[in-house]
Structure formats: structure tokens, C-alpha cells
């Protein structure tokens, strides 16, 4: 396969190492009433859907950022790569 | 031997004799000749054996299709089993042997199976072999795995060396005929970067096995003319012997050039082939067609073949496999053989066609309506029975038979990606559909147009097409005139009537009957009859076969051909060497070798090295006299713990973190506290997964406000980096902090033993005080040694001793440890390996891999209280979990024999005294164990549940595995100096 | 109809007239005590020992394509109960001992064979963890053997000990491990549960459930709606995309794994080996093709095939493993879908729904645990209550903390 890195541009994905779904962005709050049953949905449980996908995509051989891949589980085709780091930033996440 | 079967012409250089051997005998051919080409000239039709009835085979195709053909070639270490005869090409001294046959090709015993070819069914071996239960290992299957097989493995290593490369292009044409030639040429002329790959090892596809004029010319002519032309360009590569293998995702194809295989060895510095990746934006299937045979009974003896297979061996190779011969087809192509051979000067005896209305082509007798029923010769085919248009019988003198059914569109590498094919009824043949790989388009014979000049403009077009997706403009080729013949074919899949076998999947031997079998027991989907009767499973992966069975399922089903459906190909087109896969990463190749910077001075000392990850890491030093690795190691822990000893453990993850945010985010990531850590600090700190379970461990020195220096395991620096990064960049983005693995920028050394400050101090330069009060234990500075050098010193412990850890810049690596072994020579200082530094951490109760096996947790380590609950650490919300925090967790523990002179076992299991030892009683295991030379025992750590609240109880230690049971105390995991008075000293 | 050599001799003299089919194609009927949604392996094996050990009636399996197709023809056939968790071994022993009186029990030769198994150790911690293992599996009543490295030379003297990279120092050998004819397997189980009863219905698509104030009556499927007193998912591979229709969502990612055929050879490997050092275990099958496999490709996928960077890792593994494979042809590879769970282990429960029931995670262990699976599961079906030997196969095991994670790897599914 090949991920089309927002800053390096085309990568075989070789350099890449591949964590899961993109919602391991969405961590929970630990001060939560039903911290323990969030974090349980959070590690554990996945839409696992057949058809478009985000996903999480390590660049360990190259410039170690944190991709956001969208790509179809049925046909591997991906329509979209975004930096983690701005994902992230767009859920909310700060510090 | 002379070439009996030899005729005129061809391509090949008959001013040269090659000399080869097969089963033995000495035969001669030429360049140009295939294995199969270059034995039928020599009148030897019988090649082969089949799989199952172990019938007398000869070629069916001239390509990698080949079902019968197989043979061992060349012999010792290059033994190759099962190389098609077909595509072998003749080299030199070439070698080859029949297979699967005893004791020889004309008389093999295990042909006995057809005799019993009755009983021996499609799946008959699921009925039966099941009395008594115990026989199936013992004597059946034996049996059975000693018959089946085909060639043989040497069984020694590969001597040859193989290669990867990666290629990038705009275009990818897969066949160089006549489809991919004229695609070629469109691109080429057009600028765009082409690869054009043919698995032969002539360019030309079917038109070298044709006698078709293009233009003015010969086919030949155009070929060469147009490769010269593509040769010139410096856009184009022409890839001669190149099978591309299967279609990837994302435009990358897989392919592989035989780069050797057509010499008697590898040229020196040459590989015997290369995997090629090839990253197309496009690729264009120009795979042409293969030809179907028709299912007749006895449709199988040596020399009956495909008819477009004969015209090639005689027109492209000038051999014919007998002289007199016959064409059995049921669409006008056939015909077009008994044509060629006509005009080489072959008898043709006769072209039978079941078409009432078979058209006239060739100057020779036509049995139009007729069909061949039956047909005899043991080793080779004597006669054919036909049945004539008016019923009678008729039985035609002939050597060879060539035959065929039609033409079926090379569509494999459309299925690549689970595409499927779709019916052509004017072809009566499945063509490619549109739910191909992306990217990959379809021209010439393998879409079913079959005419050379539908395959040429249709390469043009197809070419041009997908330039134009990519912005490349082509403008089109003047292309040759060429025959444009209509398909003209009425589907005719078996003979039917006969009571005899009929075969479909001539290597698997499938017959008709297996299929009709399949279908009364309900194997009736495709990939039931697939798999029940193995059609289709050969190493051809039924390119010649699949059709013929899915017809006459079709036929029994009462349904169309589509709607039973079509067996999906898989990668790869043809089988490919293991080798060539392997590449260059085996033996000592298989992974890269990463050597710490005082590797050579290691070496140098004798060290014995041991595997940890990539890393090779000294393991003992043995001094003259020892002659068992025990006694290296008790010397090396005694005088460590005696007086001082050096250690490499620069493998050890190194990461350093900066950033105003870094104390907070190292807070984050460990489960115990950091925020607060001073300058000049060192803290152990535990890592947690954020399910709750320990993931790595290790120390983190703060050297300034926004400054830490992480160490990790060995095995988990690249892991816990990993993670350190997505929590950054995934949980909290906006923390001013920088992660950098420096794992390999620092040399790292542990200094341990009562003397080691002592030793130390004549290195460290004297502004720095490393004194007990001016640096105490979990210190860590910046310092400098050896007049200037710059270093990190940490007072860290992993032995139990007064011990440091001391870093250089890695280029110093080496001259560091050396200085330390001379300065250290006052005080005996000796070099300890990861054995030694074992044994010390076992005696000292520390965690290793061992115990940080992914299940454990704080509590298990007797962390528990470490894990803050003050604080958003990962794992610590997880922890919290029942599960984790059982009353009887497992607790880290030591045992100790009650006999000293047993051994403790890592991996028993301990079960207390008087109980059954099973798994239900079991009441944890050890983890680590070693003989400790200080204690003068064999002393172990491991899991307790409860473990903390057992102390000096007794327990059994049982390991069944290796035979021991011995009686163990439970003791503290902290063998030596418990308070930890000597670290500190 | 009873199947021996007897009969094989009896139908070959008479021109095979009097074969019937394996098991019969029957229209769905409105409404079953029991439905089972998947003709695979698990499936089959559940409506056979539903019918046969427990005595239910009305059972049908319901199959959107061909029995068989999925996971259970599409694996590397190995059986094996080397386990080293107290929540698997037991059931993965109990799995083996039924395949030991398979064929007999199945009046079919699904060919079972006990050639055994061989785990390669590289390492010293490597040695530790297989004794433990060993131990492990032996105090469970299973069979291990610890190997030395010369004991291996003498079984299989074409290994790398010439020049590895990871030396061989040993191995964990279970004697009655082996391999299986993948096919057979399914079809024994459906012609025995066809000969109890059970409707197999094939091309029979699952679209929804119907659950009603959380209770499950039955399914929609492409030939209509199918009554349940019970509904039982089994489709591993599947499982997210069925079990979203029930609304739910697991703790499973889809993942493709490949699997690989030389052509055919003369004998060579008499058993399964598993390289301790690489992505690869090797076995030869009857016919001759040695059979191999990896790691997973890694990505979540439904596609049923790889790529090549894991092709290539599999190879140059098997090459530094065997050096005399070089020669050998890699004739075919296909991929098939994992249910991988988030601790390695499978899941067979109930769910919240009152009615349906799941069986899925089985990651790539699913092919030996095929009997063991078929036979606790119905156990649950027909008591409501877990067989002694899948009780830690729960879905609250993640909120409860009672993970079954043989490799140690946490909730990543894709390094299981």
C-alpha cells in the first residue's frame, strides 16, 4: 500500500506501523463517575466497519508522525491522510 | 541421437548443438529450444507422470500452463522439482529427470493405481481409512504422503543468491505480444516512463508461434523492429523473462526476472532472480489467451496437446511431435494447425470437428460433425477412435492429437483483487470484468478480442487511455494490417457417451466422472467441486482445466455457465521460487546485526555474544582455563560484588524528552509520580499499557527544568517510543515537548561494586564531585571525564552494588571502556556480561522480561502503591478493575531450595505440599532463576498468589516438562543486602 | 448412509450410483428452536453436537454463501492444544481429544493427523517461557517435550544450524498436535448434522435481527424472516459486521491473515514447525504442498487478501529457517479474515439480548478449536450455562479485568 503523507507525500506504507482506529484519539476523562466503564469502551470496543475506516498510522521509519488514515476495509483504497496531531487538536485535545 | 521429429525453420540457431540430458540419456538441441521443444525433436513424447493414477503424460501446452510436463532440472543443491519442460530454456549440459514415478518413467509401479482407478473417486479417502483409528499416522497415510507429491528438494541449502529491487513507472504492460508491443510502442513514443514485461524469453507473445504477416512483413520483422525501436528509448524497459506475479494494492505488481535460470549457473555476482516491486500508476493486461482443451476419454496420452501448442512447436521451434498427426477442435482456429503443419510438411491425417458445418481450411481430410471417442497407445498415442457425423466408428493412425476447445482471456490478474470475470457468450469464454484492481486496464486476447489486429489497436487504445488519466498525451501508432479473423466456435466441453475416464485437470487427474460425483453428493458450488475433487489445484492452479469442470457442473446443474460461477485466481500468475521471495535476508542476512560501540573491544576479550533482539550483547568474558560458562559467570558476580566490574548497556532504550510540559508529560506516561522529580534526579519509574499492565520499566534522570533522559528496556525502545509519540501527538497535542530517541548516540557503561566510585573518580575530571555527599544515590549529572570529554553520570543500581551508569557521546563508546578496564586495573576490575548482570538482578529481586511478560501488574510486582492515584496517568483508570486487584493477585516473590544443591527451575509451577499437581492446584510459577555464587545456591523469582503474605512457607516447585520437583521457601525476592545499605554507600 | 472401505469397494463395482449427497439443500422453514447463523466450522460443528449430544430438534444453519468458504477453508489445518493460560488450555485440550475420535464419531476421514508440533527456541528467556508452557499444558493433561537442539538435528537435520542468525537451542514439542484436512472438517460436521436433522440452508443471508423489548425472535434473511427460540452468531471473521445489526459493537477488529502452498513435493516435513525467531510456521500436507503462514498483514481489512511486504516476511523467514525451500514454488496464496480479539482469546457467551448468542474472537486459533468451539457452544445453547471448560470466554472478562492474553500484547488485536 501507499499513504500519502500530508508532508512527505507518497510513503510505502513499510514505514509505517499501525496501531487501530482513529477514535483512540478520543480518550476518556478520568475524573468521569463511569471513568472505568468509558475507558472499558474506549480500549476495547470498535465499530470495526466493513467499508471506510480511520485509522491510526505510526511513520517509524520516516518522520514518526501520527497519521489519520481513511481508508476502506473492503478494498484498501484510501481517500484521506491527515497528521494525527491536528485530528487531535480538532477533537478538543490540548495538554 | 538424431532429431527425428526435427523440421524446418523456427527460431532457433541451428548452426549449434547443445547437449543434454533426460532420465540419463544423452540428447542434442539447440538455441532457441525449450526442454519440451528440444525432446519431442528428439521423438520422445512421454515426460511425465500424473499425480494421482500415475499416468503416462506428455506436454498438453508450450507455456507455463503446463500441467504434464514437470521435471526435477539439474541436480545436487540446484535440484529444481517440478520445472515445466515447457519453459525450461536448453542450456549446455542441461540435467534433467522424470518425477514422481518408480522405478523409471516407462515402467512405474505406482501406475498400478490406475488399474484401481475405480475405487480411487473423487474424495474417496473421506469414506474410508478410519478402522482402526491408530492406522491413519501408522500405515495409511504414510501410504498415501510416500505416493503423492511430485518432484523432490534436495533437501540442501540453496546455493544460489537471489534479489529485490524496487522499479517505478507510469505504465506497466504486462505481455509483450502483439497487444503489448503495440501498447509499448504508443506509450514510448509518448514520453512516459514504461516497463514492458514478458515471462518469456522472447519477445513476440503468440506471434512467434504464428505465421501471420503484418503489413508487408513477417511477424518476426514487426517484432524486432518494433523492440528495436523501444530498446532505443530511454523511458522504456524491456523486461525479458519477467512473470509479473500478481497485482498488490495501490498500483504495486510483484514480478520476477529470471535472471539465471537459462545458464548451467549464475554468472559470478549474478543472481539466479530478482523480485521486482513495481510501482505503476497504471498497468496494462496484455496476458493474451490460454487455450481449453475437450474432455474425450483417454483425452490424456502422450501426444495429445492443445492445438495452438503444436503449431507452436512447430512453427516457433520446428518440432513436430509425430509425423503423422490429427486436429480435433470445434472452432476455426484449430484449423489453423493442421494448416501450419501441412505447410512444414507433417501428415496430417485428419481435422475432426463436431460442427456439422466445420468449415474447410485445411488440404487435408475433414470429419466436420465427427468426434474423437476413444483412443490407445500406452506411452504414446498410436490411434484415435472417431465417431463420424453418420454414427459409425472410425480409427485414425496418429502420433499426436492436437485439440481444441477454444480460447479462454488470460484474466488472472484481474481477479488479483477478488474481481470477477464475466461471461462472453460470443466467445463462449469468461473475459475480465470491470471490478479489477484499480488502476489496471485490459488489452488484446486477455479481453477477449482475439483477432492480431483487434490486439493491436486495442493495445494502442488501452495504452493511450490510461496515459491520458495521468495527463500524458499519446498519439497514435501507424500499426501494421493484420488478420482480423472472426471468433467462429460452437461450445463443445466433452464427449459424451463414453464409459471410459475422460480427463479435465490432466495433472490432478479430475475426470468427468469425479465431476459427476461431486454433483450427486452435493459438492455442487465451485469451490466445493473445487476442493472435493481437486480441480484446478495443481501447480497450473487450473488455467487449462477450470472451464471444462465448471461446463459440465453447469450442464448437471441445469444452469448457465455464469450462474455456477467462476473460481477466483490468486497471486501468484505462475509459482515463483521461495528464494527469489526470500531474497537476500537469510542465514546471517535473515535480520541486520546492530554491534554496541565497544563491540570490537568485546570481541577482543573473548567475549561470548548472545542474541537480544537485533543486538548482539557480550554474554560472559571467559578467561583462559574456564571450560564452562558457569565459571566465567560465578567470577565475573563475585568480583563485581567483591570489588568492581564494567558492563555494555548501551542497548538499553534512550529517549530524551524536552519541552516546558516534559516533567508533566513524563507524569502522564509513568504511572508513578514525576512532576516533582528535582533536577540532578533519577526515579524509577513504571510504565503502563492503558489496560492497567505493565509495559516497560526503567529510570528517567532530570537534568534540567525542561530536560529528561529516559531509559528503556532493551526489547521495548522502539515500542515504548512509539507510544510516548501517540500519546504526544494523539492525546496531548498542545504539551510543549519533544520526544528523541538517542538510543544509538550514547555508549552507555554500568560501573558497579563497592570500588566502583573509586574507580570512577580517576576518570571523572576533578571539578565534578562524585562523592557519597556530593552525589548520592539517584543522582545524575552532566560532567565531563577524561580531561574534557562530556558524559552523563547516573547513580543507578540494577546489580544491588554501589554502582553507576556512565554515558558518552557513541564514538567514544570504545575508548571509554577501555579506559575504564586500565583504570580499573588497581582494583581487579573485571568485565561482566548480561549473565553476570542476570544473576546480580535475580539475587537483588529485580523485574526483567522475564517478569514484565505483558500480564503483569503493579500490584504483581509489588508496585501496587506506586500507581498514583492522584493523578491522569495511562493505566491508572484501568487498573482500578476487579480483575487486577484480586485479594490472592500474584505477587512477586523468591524461592530458595531447602537442599541447596537443587535447582530451581524458571518456568516450574508451584503447587503447595500434598496436593495433586495439577493445573487447578497450581499456585504460580518462577519466572527467573540462576545459581548465585554469593548465596551459594540456586535461588529463583517468580509469581505467589498472595505471594506477599507467604513468606517462609513451602512449597513444591514441579516441572513435569524436564522431570524436577524440588522443595523451595518463600522468601523476599531481595536475596542480597535487602535494606539496600550498599547502594547507598 | 455409512461410509467405509467396505462401501467404497460395493459402489465401485457398481458404477458409484448409489452415493447420496453429503447433506441435503432444504428450503428454510418458518421457524427453528435453534438457528444458527454460519456453515462454517463453529456452525456446523454446534448444530451437530446441539443435535447429536444434546438432543434439540429443529436447528438450522443458516449460510450466506457455500458451507465452508470462510475460515475453516481457508487456514494452515494445524491442531495443536499448547496453550499456556489456565482459561485456554483446558478447552484447547478438550478441543484436541475430540479430534482425536473425530473421524470415528463423524464417520468421516477428515484425516487427522497426529505428525506433531515444534515450536523453535532461540533464546534463554525464549526457553523459560515454553518450560513454563509446557509445564502449563502437562498439568492440564496435556502432552509436552522439551527438546534439545541436537534432538531437533536429528528429526530434521535440513534446519539452519549452520550459519542462523538465531540459532536453534531447543523446542517445545507436542507429539499429538498435527494437522487436519481443512474441507473435511466441514463437511463431516454437516453431513453428521444433516444426518440428525439439521437444516442446512445455504445462500441464505442474514440482513437483521429481530429483537423485541430486548429479545431476540429471529432473523431477516435474503429468503425471508426466520423465527428463533435462539439465535446463535457464529461467523467469526464477520462478527462486527453481524453483530452491528444487533446494534452492538465488540471488542474484535477484522484482520486479514495469509496463508501460503508450494507446489506439490515428495515428503519432507513430517510435522508442523513453528519458527521461534520469524513470522513462520511450515507443515506439508498429504498431497505434498508445504503449507505456511505469518504474522498479519496488521490493518483492519474484510478484503480476503494481503500484500506483499508480509509475503516477503513469511519467505525470507522460512528461507533463514529452511535454506533448502529456495528451490521449492510458492504455488498459491489467499487471505482470510480474523476475528481478532482485543486479548487474543475468543468470546463465547450470551449477549444482552435475551436470545442471542455469540461465538467469535478466535483470532487465528479458530480452525483446532473447531470441535471444542461446536460442542461448548451448543453446551450453552442447551443449558444456559457455559461447558466447564469455556468459562472464562466472557464478554464483561474486559470490564471485570479478567483478560486471556497468551501473548501479553493488551488490547491491540493485530499483535495476537
Not at chain 3, 457452544?377 to 492474553?405: E, S, V
Request: proline share 4%; glycine share 12%; net charge neutral.
Amino acid at each position: 500500500m501507499i499513504i500519502n503523507h500530508p508532508l512527505l507525500g507518497p510513503r510505502d506504507s513499510q514505514e509505517f506501523t499501525y496501531l487501530g482506529d482513529a477514535s483512540l484519539i478520543d480518550r476518556p476523562d478520568w475524573q468521569a463517575e463511569n471513568a472505568v466503564d468509558q475507558f472499558h469502551d474506549y480500549l476495547y470496543l470498535r465499530d470495526n466497519p466493513a467499508g471506510s475506516h480511520r485509522e491510526l498510522w505510526f511513520h517509524e521509519t520516516g518522520d514518526r508522525s501520527w497519521l489519520v488514515v481513511t481508508r476502506d476495509t473492503t478494498t484498501h483504497e484510501i481517500t484521506a491522510v491527515e497528521l494525527a496531531r491536528d485530528v487531535a487538536r480538532a477533537r478538543g485535545r490540548s495538554k | 541421437m538424431s532429431q527425428i521429429n526435427r523440421l524446418n525453420g523456427g527460431q532457433i540457431d541451428t548452426s549449434r548443438s547443445l547437449t543434454f540430458r533426460f532420465d540419463g540419456t544423452r540428447y542434442q538441441g539447440h538455441p532457441g529450444d525449450t526442454l519440451a521443444s528440444a525432446l519431442m525433436a528428439n521423438g520422445v513424447r512421454l515426460m511425465g507422470r500424473s499425480f494421482k493414477y500415475h499416468r503416462p503424460r506428455g506436454v498438453l501446452t508450450s507455456g507455463s500452463e503446463e500441467p504434464n510436463a514437470l521435471v526435477e532440472l539439474r541436480s545436487g543443491a540446484r535440484q529444481e522439482p517440478n520445472t515445466r519442460a515447457t519453459t525450461a530454456e536448453l542450456f549446455d549440459g542441461l540435467e534433467a529427470r522424470s518425477q514422481n514415478r518408480f522405478p523409471s518413467l516407462k515402467f512405474d509401479a505406482m501406475a498400478i493405481n490406475d488399474r484401481f482407478s475405480n475405487f480411487l473417486t473423487a474424495g474417496f479417502y473421506y469414506k474410508t481409512f478410519m478402522w482402526p483409528a491408530a492406522f491413519w499416522e501408522k500405515l495409511y497415510e504414510p501410504i498415501i504422503r510416500k505416493a503423492a507429491g511430485l518432484g523432490s528438494l534436495s533437501l540442501q541449502d540453496d546455493p544460489d543468491e537471489y534479489d529485490k529491487g524496487f522499479l517505478h513507472c507510469d505504465l506497466l504492460i504486462v505481455g509483450a505480444g502483439p497487444s503489448g508491443l503495440a501498447a509499448a510502442l504508443t506509450a514510448g513514443r509518448s514520453g512516459a516512463r514504461v516497463i514492458l514485461a514478458d515471462e518469456d524469453f522472447a519477445f513476440g507473445g503468440r506471434l512467434n508461434s504464428e505465421t501471420f504477416s503484418l503489413g508487408e512483413d513477417a511477424a518476426a520483422e514487426w517484432v524486432a523492429r518494433t523492440l528495436a525501436e523501444l530498446n532505443a528509448l530511454p523511458n522504456v524497459r524491456c523486461m525479458i523473462r519477467t512473470t509479473v506475479i500478481g497485482a498488490f494494492d495501490h498500483g504495486i505488481c510483484g514480478a520476477v526476472e529470471r535472471v539465471s535460470d537459462h545458464l548451467p549457473v549464475p554468472a559470478p555476482g549474478k543472481p539466479r532472480q530478482i523480485l521486482w516491486r513495481i510501482y505503476a500508476k497504471r498497468t496494462l493486461l496484455c496476458a493474451g489467451a490460454i487455450e481449453r482443451p475437450i474432455a474425450f476419454e483417454n483425452n490424456d496420452r502422450p501426444g495429445i496437446m492443445l492445438a495452438g501448442a503444436m503449431r507452436a512447436y512447430v512453427n516457433r521451434w520446428a518440432a513436430t511431435p509425430a509425423q503423422k498427426v490429427a486436429v480435433f477442435t470445434n472452432n476455426d482456429d484449430g484449423h489453423r494447425t493442421a494448416v501450419d503443419l501441412i505447410a512444414k510438411g507433417v501428415n496430417v491425417a485428419a481435422v475432426i470437428d463436431p460442427r456439422p458445418d466445420a468449415p474447410r481450411v485445411a488440404d487435408c481430410e475433414l470429419l466436420a460433425g465427427a468426434q474423437v471417442t476413444d483412443t490407445s497407445g500406452r506411452l504414446g498415442l498410436k490411434f484415435i477412435e472417431v465417431q463420424l457425423a453418420d454414427g459409425s466408428e472410425r480409427t485414425i493412425e496418429c502420433g499426436a492429437l492436437g485439440v481444441s476447445g477454444g480460447w479462454n482471456p488470460n484474466v488472472h490478474m484481474t481477479c488479483h483483487q477478488r474481481g470477477r470475470p464475466v461471461w462472453d457468450a460470443g466467445i463462449a469464454a469468461f473475459v475480465p470484468g470491470d471490478d479489477g484492481p484499480a488502476g489496471l486496464t485490459v488489452a488484446g486476447a486477455a479481453d477477449g478480442a482475439f483477432s492480431t489486429h483487434a490486439a493491436l489497436t486495442t493495445g494502442a487504445s488501452q495504452a493511450a487511455a490510461s496515459l491520458e488519466q495521468l495527463g500524458i498525451a499519446a498519439k497514435p501508432v501507424d500499426l501494421p494490417a493484420a488478420e482480423d479473423t472472426p471468433v467462429n466456435l460452437k461450445p463443445f466441453w466433452y464427449v459424451k457417451g463414453g464409459k471410459g475416464r475422460a480427463w479435465l485437470d490432466q495433472q490432478n487427474d479430475v475426470t468427468v466422472k469425479d465431476v459427476k460425483l461431486a454433483h450427486q453428493e452435493n459438492f455442487r458450488s465451485v469451490e466445493h467441486l473445487k476442493r472435493y475433487t481437486t480441480l484446478g489445484m495443481a501447480t497450473d492452479q487450473g488455467k487449462t482445466s477450470n472451464m471444462g469442470g465448471l461446463a459440465i457442473m453447469a450442464e448437471l446443474a441445469g444452469k448457465s455457465i455464469p450462474e455456477v460461477g467462476t473460481t477466483i485466481f490468486r497471486p501468484p500468475y505462475t509459482p515463483v521460487a521461495m528464494g527469489a521471495l526470500g531474497g537476500r535476508s537469510r542465514g546471517k542476512h535473515f535480520h541486520p546485526v546492530r554491534e554496541t560501540p565497544s563491540h570490537k573491544w568485546a570481541t577482543e576479550q573473548g567475549a561470548v555474544f548472545v542474541e537480544t533482539g537485533n543486538w548482539l550483547r557480550a554474554q560472559w568474558f571467559p578467561k583462559p582455563g574456564e571450560t564452562e560458562w558457569r565459571q566465567s559467570v560465578d567470577r565475573e558476580v563475585r568480583a563485581v560484588r567483591g570489588s568492581v566490574g564494567v558492563c555494555d548497556v548501551t542497548t538499553l532504550g534512550k529517549i530524551d524528552v524536552q519541552g516546558t510540559d516534559a516533567a508533566q508529560f513524563l507524569n502522564k506516561v509513568y504511572a508513578n509520580a514525576f512532576a516533582k522529580l528535582a533536577v540532578g534526579k533519577t526515579r524509577y519509574g513504571l510504565m503502563l499499557r492503558e489496560d492497567g499492565i505493565a509495559m516497560d520499566d526503567g529510570t528517567t534522570a532530570r537534568l534540567a527544568e525542561d530536560h529528561f533522559v529516559m531509559t528503556t528496556t532493551t526489547a521495548n525502545a522502539v515500542g515504548v517510543y512509539r507510544h510516548l509519540e501517540f500519546v504526544h501527538q494523539c492525546l496531548c497535542p498542545d504539551m510543549d515537548v519533544q520526544l528523541i530517541s538517542t538510543t544509538e548516540a550514547w555508549a552507555q557503561y554500568a560501573v558497579a561494586g563497592p570500588n566502583s566510585r573509586k574507580l570512577l573518580q580517576k576518570i571523572v575530571d576533578p571539578e565534578f564531585d562524585i562523592s557519597n555527599e556530593g552525589f548520592e544515590f539517584m543522582a545524575c549529572r552532566e560532567i565531563t571525564v577524561c580531561g574534557g570529554l562530556r558524559a552523563r553520570l547516573f547513580r543507578i543500581s540494577f546489580s544491588g552494588e554501589l554502582a553507576y551508569e556512565i554515558a558518552v557521546p557513541t564514538r567514544y563508546g570504545d575508548a571509554l571502556i577501555r579506559r575504564l578496564m586500565t583504570a580499573g586495573a588497581e582494583f581487579d576490575v573485571v568485565a561482566y556480561g548480561t549473565e553476570a548482570l542476570g544473576v546480580m538482578r535475580i539475587e537483588k529481586g529485580h523485574a526483567a522480561g522475564n517478569e514484565l511478560n505483558g500480564t503483569t501488574t503493579a500490584l504483581n510486582l509489588g508496585m501496587g502503591r506506586m500507581v498514583s492515584k492522584k493523578k491522569d496517568a495511562i493505566g491508572s483508570t484501568l487498573s482500578e478493575r476487579e480483575g487486577l486487584n484480586r485479594d490472592d493477585a500474584l505477587a512477586l516473590v523468591g524461592f530458595k531450595p531447602q537442599d541447596s544443591s537443587a535447582k530451581v527451575t524458571a518456568g516450574g509451577h508451584l503447587m503447595e505440599l500434598g496436593t495433586p499437581v495439577d493445573a487447578s492446584h497450581n499456585q504460580g510459577y518462577v519466572t527467573s532463576a540462576c545459581y548465585s555464587p554469593i548465596l551459594n545456591s540456586s535461588i529463583g523469582i517468580g509469581f505467589l498468589k498472595d505471594g506477599a503474605n507467604r513468606m517462609g512457607e513451602t512449597l513444591r516447585l514441579v516441572s513435569p516438562l524436564t522431570g524436577s520437583e524440588v522443595q523451595v521457601d518463600v522468601v523476599s525476592a531481595h536475596f542480597v543486602d535487602p535494606k539496600g545499605d550498599r547502594l547507598r554507600a | 448412509m455409512r461410509y467405509s472401505g467396505l462401501r467404497v469397494i460395493k459402489e465401485a463395482l457398481t458404477g458409484h450410483k448409489g452415493w447420496k449427497a453429503a447433506w441435503r439443500d432444504p428450503e428454510p422453514q418458518p421457524s427453528y428452536d435453534y438457528v444458527i447463523i454460519g456453515g462454517g466450522g463453529h456452525g456446523l460443528a454446534t448444530a451437530y453436537y446441539l443435535a447429536k449430544q444434546f438432543g434439540k430438534k429443529r436447528i438450522a444453519v443458516i449460510e450466506k454463501g457455500w458451507i465452508g468458504g470462510g475460515n475453516v477453508g481457508r487456514n494452515t489445518t494445524i491442531i495443536r492444544s499448547n496453550y499456556l493460560l489456565d482459561g485456554n488450555e483446558p478447552f484447547y485440550e478438550f478441543s484436541l481429544k475430540l479430534w482425536e475420535g473425530l473421524e470415528q464419531d463423524l464417520n468421516y476421514n477428515a484425516m487427522v493427523s497426529q505428525r506433531g508440533i515444534l515450536n523453535l527456541i532461540h533464546s534463554d528467556p525464549q526457553r523459560d517461557a515454553f518450560v513454563r508452557r509446557g509445564n502449563a499444558m502437562i498439568l492440564n493433561g496435556a502432552d509436552a517435550e522439551l527438546l534439545s537442539a541436537d534432538q531437533i538435528r536429528a528429526e530434521y537435520p535440513f534446519l539452519n544450524f549452520n550459519d542462523a542468525r538465531f540459532p536453534i537451542k531447543g523446542g517445545l514439542a507436542q507429539r499429538r498436535g498435527g494437522t487436519v484436512r481443512h474441507d473435511a472438517v466441514a463437511w463431516g460436521y454437516a453431513r453428521g448434522a444433516d444426518s440428525h436433522g439439521v437444516d442446512i440452508i445455504q445462500n441464505c443471508e442474514v440482513t437483521g435481527f429481530r429483537i423485541e423489548d430486548g429479545v431476540c425472535k429471529g432473523v431477516e434473511t435474503s429468503r425471508g424472516f426466520i423465527g428463533a427460540g435462539k439465535v446463535a452468531a457464529c461467523v467469526a471473521g464477520s462478527s462486527g459486521r453481524l453483530m452491528a445489526k444487533a446494534g452492538m459493537r465488540l471488542p474484535i477488529e477484522s484482520h486479514v491473515l495469509q496463508a501460503f502452498v508450494s507446489e506439490g513435493l515428495k515428503p519432507v516435513l513430517p510435522g508442523v514447525i513453528t519458527y521461534g525467531a520469524g513470522h513462520f510456521y511450515c507443515s506439508q500436507s498429504d498431497k505434498g504442498g508445504l503449507v505456511f503462514g505469518g504474522d498479519l498483514d496488521g490493518y483492519n481489512s474484510y478484503a480476503q487478501r494481503g500484500n506483499l511486504p508480509v509475503v516477503e516476511d513469511v519467505c525470507e523467514s522460512g528461507m533463514s529457517l529452511i535454506p533448502a525451500m529456495g528451490r521449492a514454488r510458492l504455488l498459491r496464496m489467499w487471505g482470510g479474515i480474523m476475528d481478532m480479539s482485543m486479548d487474543g482469546s475468543p468470546i463465547i457467551d450470551r449477549t444482552h439480548i435475551e436470545g442471542l448468542y455469540f461465538n467469535g474472537g478466535w483470532c487465528y486459533g479458530g480452525f483446532k478449536a473447531t470441535p471444542a468451539s461446536g460442542f461448548v457452544y451448543a453446551h450453552l445453547l442447551a443449558t444456559d450455562t457455559p461447558h466447564d471448560t469455556a468459562t472464562a470466554y466472557r464478554f464483561d472478562r474486559f470490564r471485570r479485568g479478567y483478560m486471556i492474553d497468551e501473548k501479553g500484547m493488551g488490547a491491540q488485536p493485530n499483535l495476537h
